[in-house]
């Protein structure tokens, strides 16, 4: 059983900033890839950017230019950096991991963004 554990979320105003975490168990090494989903109240849960083991990216056309998913393998912690926030990135957002064996889920941070 891989625990993935978010942190860094939080209440901010329009353009502020912020950066989660999440720490994983196992080596995410040994991932496929590592994601941010979000889900918002009444909306389905969306990919919001992933990295795979070879370090390349893809982001939702929302967050591009703006987001920066990075991964520390040493630390086996995976970031989303996430600047010019606006009102509708106001979320639950959620790690996830895709191993080998099973796709494992975080709790959830909560990112609230005010106007």
């Known amino acids: 059983q891989v625990q993935l554990v978010e942190s860094g979320g939080g209440l901010v105003q329009a353009g502020g900033s912020l950066r989660l975490s999440c720490a994983s168990s196992?080596?995410?090494?040994?991932?496929?890839?590592m994601g941010w989903y979000r889900q918002a109240p009444g909306k389905e849960r969306e990919l919001v950017a992933r990295i795979s083991s070879g370090g390349s990216t893809n982001y939702v056309d929302s967050v591009k230019g703006r987001f920066t998913i990075s991964r520390d393998n040493a630390k086996n912690t995976v970031y989303l950096q996430m600047n010019s926030l606006k009102p509708e990135d106001t979320a639950v957002y959620y790690c996830?991991?895709?191993?080998?064996?099973?796709?494992?889920w975080g709790q959830g941070t909560q990112v609230t963004v005010s106007s």
């Open positions: 196992e080596s995410i090494s040994r991932s496929y890839t």
């Open positions: 996830n991991g895709a191993f080998l064996w099973h796709n494992y």
